[in-house]
């Protein structure tokens, strides 16, 4: 697929997800956010091989640092409003993606750019990384779920500590607070990303999207998760994947799984 704000590049049955604008520090205008929200929703389906995504940024100094503050300017409550809900429903559905999407945080991640890792999956970091949601500065509070997905990482204390002071966070103070579960140099952070997405694709596809699915449901007060946990425990049961790996299991030889 071609876009305009993004690079999509396939490393075997690993996508890399570009935000291509260094020159505003890959600033999430909403032209990226419809991109984004395309290649999660249809723009994937091009690619049959895919098992996982990681999302980055162009360049060594930022992932995202922030939304595009011009897009702001002009609008009134109901147009912010939708400009709210258009980020909500593009991060939506990175998280709901049915394939681990992972973000490579190489540099600033902050406001929406935060957000945009925060709905991702996995997060790692570079070692000279540096967090943060700083929109009470500008007068306004985070837009795409930043208020919700940070208090679940870290806890309603320090998620509040960082929302309310605007302070920025180095990488190891975000491992140390759960927001990214590892820092390494910048020059080995997508080569640790794709070690970690090949770990994953090695196991059983549907096991995995279920996972990823059940977690979900935990923080979905639509939802029951131990009901929903009950009901893909049942369901990978019943899968050729399972028969393979207990097989596999049984004859001490690594399990061929085909996602069936």
């Known amino acids: 697929?071609?876009?305009?704000?993004?690079?999509?590049?396939?490393?075997?049955?690993?996508?890399?997800?570009?935000?291509?604008?260094?020159?505003?520090?890959?600033?999430?205008?909403?032209?990226?956010?419809?991109?984004l929200e395309h290649f999660f929703t249809e723009g994937y389906k091009v690619y049959p091989g895919l098992k996982?995504?990681?999302?980055?940024?162009?360049?060594?100094?930022?992932?995202?640092?922030?939304?595009?503050?011009?897009?702001?300017?002009?609008?009134?409550a109901k147009g912010a409003e939708k400009l709210s809900a258009d980020g909500h429903r593009a991060y939506d559905a990175i998280e709901n993606f049915h394939l681990p999407v992972l973000a490579a945080i190489?540099?600033?991640?902050?406001?929406?750019?935060?957000?945009?890792?925060?709905?991702?999956?996995?997060?790692?970091?570079?070692?000279?990384?540096?967090?943060?949601?700083?929109?009470?500065?500008?007068?306004?509070?985070?837009?795409?779920?930043?208020?919700?997905?940070?208090?679940r990482y870290i806890g309603k204390s320090m998620a509040l500590d960082l929302l309310l002071t605007a302070d920025m966070i180095k990488a190891d103070e975000?491992?140390?607070?759960?927001?990214?579960?590892?820092?390494?140099?910048?020059?080995?952070l997508l080569l640790t990303a794709k070690s970690m997405l090949s770990k994953i694709n090695a196991k059983a596809p549907i096991a995995v999207s279920k996972t990823i699915e059940v977690v979900n449901a935990y923080y979905d007060p639509a939802k029951d998760g131990f009901k929903a946990e009950i009901e893909?425990?049942?369901?990978?049961a019943s899968t050729e994947d399972?028969?393979?790996?207990?097989?596999?299991?049984?004859?001490?030889?690594?399990?061929?799984?085909?996602?069936?």
């Open 174 to 188: 975000a491992k140390s607070l759960g927001l990214v579960s590892r820092v390494v140099a910048g020059d080995e």
């Open 52 to 76: 996982s995504v990681i999302i980055t940024g162009a360049g060594e100094k930022a992932f995202v640092a922030g939304a595009d503050i011009k897009a702001f300017e002009g609008l009134d």
């Open 232 to 236: 893909a425990f049942g369901y990978c």
């Open 106 to 151: 190489n540099g600033f991640a902050l406001g929406g750019g935060l957000e945009l890792a925060m709905a991702c999956h996995l997060r790692i970091a570079a070692d000279h990384a540096k967090m943060g949601q700083p929109e009470v500065n500008l007068g306004l509070i985070p837009g795409y779920g930043g208020t919700q997905r940070l208090a």
């Open 1 to 35: 697929m071609t876009y305009e704000n993004l690079l999509c590049e396939l490393d075997g049955h690993i996508m890399v997800v570009t935000i291509n604008r260094p020159k505003a520090l890959n600033a999430i205008n909403m032209a990226t956010m419809s991109e």
């Open 242 to 260: 399972f028969k393979e790996g207990a097989k596999a299991f049984v004859e001490k030889r690594p399990p061929v799984f085909k996602g069936q």
